[in-house]
């Protein structure tokens, strides 16, 4: 297998590049929805996310991650305490995808062979701490969805069935990308996404001139091509692990809550969630920058990605949502 | 610079590059079985991997490889088995249109991978159906075999592939490729930029394989072959003045990309090169995908009914990736084996249970349901209530997407109906549609039927229910054939609702005319469908009725 493509070489897509790194520096901000054509690089960003990620630390073995040796749960039966460092795991939820390997089913290999009642964990054990990524997320089936709405709500997997009674973790940031025409997602899931982007192919021939370049380069001559983006990449993560720090330490003065406030208020904006993830976002945004202050420009700059997708919609209204926020922002925070 | 005319030279060309370089991912190869498709499966022993075949039901089990359930109850031990997707291959997907989006999903994610499997998709599909787009996106080279007759197979060489291969790294290349790529696919309206880069990798074999430096020949050889079913229009030259607004403007990029930097290859020898390899239908069926949305089924298929739905009694059945045990059926249906096989196999503990005895649950689902509206846009019920039809239709659009209904639009108007929206979810644009719908013209009820009836068909075969909505003030007077006769058309459109009646499609008839009509009442006689009259209805009554209609 070929280490995916660097995320720092990606051109262009800022502001995918730019939520995706906000998830990271804040996970509680709730997931990422990434809607576009194909080939503008949604799953190439995603796949280079998991190299970029900062490490973390877990029980070795441990299936659902867990940072603490008294954290593992029961029916994991493992024996050892050893923490180890790992890679931030990014789990694909294929389409089509069964029930019983999301959530986690009886282990039928052992209750067959050895007649014992187990558990053999599923995808959201897997995705706990890290992230739980759904190409084409508009065409998962409606009870696959429902499910994850609940288990991302409560950050909790519960499994009864089979006879088995079993409870884990499940906290993981969601990224869904998916191509508009295809199918529309329902208003219940795009509100758990805390931010969405829109991306489109690029439109100016340097663009799409050097995205050739660097992708052929990518292809012919890999290792070359890793170890020139390694630096950057590496860059990127100090940054994010340094934005993780200045997060704790940023202070919310009150105009800015305000500003949220007046600005979801202006949008009608459905729920509180809107408030909250433009919030964190646009300290997420802040800590990313190195700015010390959080201020109005923060607030403006993300409040297209967090807000776009809570807008009540009229369903037969063309003009895009994004459009709306940008004037609105416009309007109530000049 | 070999003939690419023939589309069996074609594919066998392609069949070289991919053996060459496996990065192009695959092939996608539009044939009916027969000796043709044969002679070029033939060549598909000159790529260097293994042969997989693949079919759309092919399980996750089998491509990811697992517990294999049968030998492990067996012999009384794990054991596991090798997936397809486990080793480089050549995965030869057979009936590709009919795959469904969860197996082109995994397919596409394990050609992204980069692990190095050749896909050579067989779409075998008839009119519209064809392979998932998310493969035909990730497979460089597209061959449509249609029209090629046996006789003409032509006598194909056999380039020695395991040095050029080993020159394919070296190759010197004499062009700005990126460049010229880039400004190509643009000018064929390629988005993805998949197919720019696929072009320039293709490139690069061709200049392998000929054992040449990389030069205008090879690139030309390169688009023509990556670029051909990608195009979504056709730049124009200067001799060619059929002036489409779409078409002037691309015609003025290329103006100005030739302004702006000397090239070293002509951009019109390979707009040529790819023009002369356009199928004449291939705009027509760009302009099909651009309205469909280019998804093959994606929401609308079939339920599998064993996850969902009302529970049925569990029936024995194998094990395997889809399939849900009924464990306590299962273990109900061994539990009087138990002392017997004890007795056979003394040496095992714990229960026996063999793959007989396997239940699995049964779920019973209902499909989703497609709503075909066939609308009148005909002189005369324009005059009488298109608007008034359109805004009933929107409304129960805004129903259909609260229920996730799909939703399809055929209208027809002059001589002849058209399906202006393939089934789709997408509300946005089928309002767009209903928004740009014409009126005026004679009224070829008859024609309109048989669309819409064509496309409950087709939705059926993808495990749709269709039920069509007939929306006329049903003064048919253009028959079949597209002549101006009254009688005739009448005949046509009963006819017409008579085979809609034998092939057991739901309908609903709506008379939006002025008053009752009599013909119409015969006509959903003859279709078995209700008949709906709406004098002087608004918007919401006739939206009103048809939610009545179709709630039981």
New interface residues.
């Given amino acids: 297998?070929?280490t995916p493509f660097p995320f720092s070489a990606i051109v262009g897509q800022d502001e995918m590049k730019l939520a995706l790194i906000l998830t990271a520096i804040d996970p509680a901000l709730g997931g990422v929805l990434v809607f576009g054509?194909?080939?503008?690089g949604k799953?190439t960003a995603v796949?280079a996310l998991a190299a970029l990620l900062p490490p973390i630390r877990q029980v070795k073995g441990c299936p659902v991650n867990s940072a603490r040796a008294e954290e593992v749960p029961d029916w994991a039966g493992l024996e050892t305490a050893e923490v180890v460092e790992a890679q931030t795991p990014v789990v694909?939820l294929?389409?089509?995808?069964?029930?019983?390997r999301v959530t986690g089913a009886?282990d039928?290999?052992r209750a067959?062979?050895?007649?014992e009642k187990a558990f053999q964990p599923g995808l959201l054990a897997r995705a706990n701490r890290g992230y739980l990524y759904i190409?084409?997320v508009?065409?998962l089936e409606?009870?696959i969805v429902d499910l994850l709405l609940d288990v991302a709500a409560s950050g909790e997997n519960v499994v009864e069935r089979?006879?088995l009674s079993v409870r884990h973790p499940a906290r993981f940031v969601l990224v869904g990308s998916g191509?508009?025409?295809?199918?529309?997602l329902r208003p219940q899931l795009l509100d758990r996404f805390g931010l969405s982007v829109e991306v489109a192919?690029p439109g100016d021939?340097e663009t799409?001139?050097e995205?050739?370049?660097r992708?052929?380069a990518y292809?012919?001559d890999h290792t070359a091509f890793m170890l020139r983006w390694q630096a950057e990449d590496a860059a990127i993560r100090d940054r994010i692990l340094k934005g993780r720090v200045q997060l704790a330490e940023l202070e919310t003065p009150a105009e800015t809550l305000s500003d949220v406030a007046t600005l979801c208020l202006a949008l009608g904006a459905d729920g509180l969630r809107g408030e909250l993830t433009l919030l964190r976002a646009a300290r997420a945004y802040a800590a990313w920058r190195d700015d010390t202050a959080l201020t109005r420009k923060h607030v403006r700059d993300v409040a297209a990605m967090a807000l776009r997708h809570r807008l009540r919609r009229d369903?037969?209204d063309?003009a895009g949502s994004g459009a709306r926020v940008s004037r609105t922002v416009e309007e109530v925070l000049a | 610079m070999p003939d690419l005319a023939c589309p069996v030279r074609r594919a066998a060309l392609a069949i070289d590059l991919l053996a060459i370089d496996p990065?192009l991912g695959g092939l996608v190869l539009r044939a009916r079985q027969g000796p043709v498709r044969q002679a070029v499966l033939d060549r598909l022993y000159r790529l260097p991997l293994p042969h997989r075949r693949l079919h759309p039901q092919t399980t996750d089990e089998t491509l990811f490889g697992g517990?294999d359930?049968e030998a492990?109850?067996g012999t009384?031990?794990?054991t596991q088995r090798d997936g397809l997707l486990s080793s480089p291959s050549t995965l030869v997907l057979g009936m590709a249109e009919r795959a469904?989006?969860?197996?082109a999903?995994?397919l596409a994610?394990a050609l992204?991978?980069?692990?190095g499997h050749i896909l050579v998709a067989l779409d075998e599909g008839i009119d519209e159906e064809s392979c998932a787009?998310?493969l035909c996106?990730r497979a460089a080279f597209h061959v449509d075999l249609d029209g090629v007759s046996p006789s003409d197979l032509p006598d194909l060489e056999d380039p020695d592939l395991t040095a050029a291969r080993a020159r394919l790294?070296a190759t010197p290349v004499t062009v700005d490729l990126?460049?010229q790529?880039?400004?190509l696919?643009?000018m064929f309206g390629i988005?993805?930029?998949?197919g720019?880069?696929f072009a320039?990798?293709a490139a690069r074999a061709v200049a392998a394989l000929q054992d040449v430096p990389l030069g205008t020949e090879q690139v030309e050889i390169a688009v023509a072959l990556t670029f051909a079913h990608r195009a979504t229009r056709l730049p124009e030259t200067q001799d060619q003045q059929e002036a489409e607004p779409e078409e002037q403007e691309s015609r003025e990029e290329t103006d100005a990309?030739d302004g702006r930097n000397g090239q070293e290859i002509p951009q019109e020898l390979l707009i040529e090169a790819t023009r002369a390899l356009v199928t004449p239908d291939l705009l027509d069926r760009a302009r099909i995908k651009a309205m469909r949305?280019?998804?093959g089924s994606?929401?609308g298929a079939v339920r599998k009914g064993n996850?969902?739905g009302r529970p049925l009694p569990s029936r024995p059945g194998q094990?395997g990736?889809?399939a849900?045990?009924d464990?306590v059926a299962t273990l109900r249906a061994a539990a009087p084996w138990q002392p017997l096989r004890r007795l056979s196999a003394p040496d095992r503990?714990?229960?026996q249970?063999r793959p007989p005895d396997i239940r699995l649950r049964r779920y019973e689902d209902r499909s989703d349901r497609l709503i075909i509206f066939a609308v009148d846009a005909s002189g005369s019920a324009a005059l009488a209530r298109l608007g008034e039809a359109k805004g009933a239709i929107?409304i129960l659009?805004?129903q259909a997407?609260a229920r996730?209904d799909h939703v399809s639009l055929v209208a027809f108007r002059g001589s002849d109906a058209e399906t202006l929206l393939a089934p789709t979810?997408?509300?946005?644009?089928t309002?767009?549609h209903l928004a740009d719908l014409p009126g005026g013209g004679g009224t070829p009820l008859a024609a309109g039927l048989r669309a819409a009836i064509e496309e409950a068909l087709a939705a059926k075969r993808r495990g749709l229910a269709p039920t069509v909505c007939i929306l006329t003030d049903g003064r048919a007077n253009v028959a079949l054939d597209g002549t101006a006769n009254r009688r005739q058309a009448s005949t046509d459109a009963i006819e017409m609702g008579r085979l809609a009646m034998l092939n057991g499609i739901e309908a609903l008839v709506l008379d939006c005319g002025v008053r009752p009509e009599q013909s119409l009442k015969s006509l959903a006689q003859a279709m078995g469908a209700p008949y709906l009259p709406l004098p002087r209805a608004n918007a919401e009554r006739v939206s009103n009725a048809v939610s009545a209609a179709l709630r039981d």
């Avoid at chain 1, 294929?94 to 019983?100: A, I, K, Q, S």
């Avoid at chain 2, 469904?100 to 197996?103: C, T």
């Avoid at chain 2, 979810?425 to 644009?429: F, H, I, K, P, T």
């Fill in positions: 297998m070929k054509d194909r080939g503008t799953s796949r694909d294929p389409l089509g995808v069964t029930e019983d009886l039928i290999e067959l062979t050895r007649g190409d084409e508009n065409l409606d009870h089979e006879g191509n508009p025409e295809e199918g529309e192919s021939v799409r001139v995205v050739l370049k992708r052929d292809d012919r369903p037969l063309e | 990065g517990l359930v492990t109850l009384g031990r794990v469904p989006p969860a197996l999903a995994r994610t992204d991978g980069g692990a787009a998310a996106d790294s990126h460049r790529m880039a400004e696919g643009e988005e993805s930029l998949r720019p880069l320039i990798r990309s949305g280019a998804t994606g929401s996850r969902r094990l990736s889809g849900r045990v464990l503990t714990g229960l249970i929107e659009l805004s997407y996730r979810r997408s509300l946005v644009r309002k767009r």
